[in-house]
């Protein structure tokens, strides 16, 4: 066995997981388990916000779909935390949010905005109503859609 496959078949990719809930987390958790080095980037906490469907961060739940990953607290509201986010970008090799398509572009982390930072970047938008069309812009995610 060699060292790649030892580490597991993706471990020459580092992957930003900005997603939350079900969908986006258990996409970038198997790309994890399959050796990628993965960062979850976690919001803030903020009062009476819950922990959203992921459960709390300690919890069971949460610890399953997110195993096998790094986690930072990062505040994309922020300059500073824009800051770190752009440094991130341009040494990741995959992207993966669950964003409504406004939002993203509000915060500057649609494609269009990361491209010019990583022009290999693989960017996963996976979202509720999709990317486009009528419905684009209601929040929902995986299991509203079903």
Known sequence: MNE????????????LDLTRVRAGPTAARQLADWGADVIKVEVPPQPDAGEGMGGPRLGPDFQNIHRNKRGMTLNLKSDAGMEVFRRLVAEVDVLIENYRPDVKHRLGIDYESLKSINPGLVYGSISGFGQDGPYMARPGFDQIAQ
Do not use: E, H, M
């Open 4 to 15: 790649l496959t030892a580490k597991g078949p993706l471990s020459r990719f580092k992957v």
